[in-house]
């Protein structure tokens, strides 16, 4: 399921979740606090997490873990 998730371009919470490892109220948790960049669609009812941005935060949370 994972690769034809990442193939898109935006994720719902709920996918960005799975794809991290944590459960759907974390993963809205950290959207809400800014630490998971996130878009808003429709108005702001929607929210969508876009992989490259997921992608890139996660190779930044390796990196300051590794002390780079």
Not at 25 to 52: F, K, M, T, W
């Amino acid at each position: 399921m994972s690769k034809e998730i990442l193939s898109r371009l935006l994720l719902r919470p709920a996918e960005a979740a799975e794809v991290l490892g944590v459960s759907r109220s974390r993963a809205y948790e950290l959207i809400a606090a800014g630490i998971i960049p996130a878009i808003r669609l429709d108005n702001g009812r929607s929210i969508r997490v876009p992989v490259q941005a997921l992608r890139d935060w996660v190779a930044k949370q390796v990196e300051i873990q590794e002390g780079r």
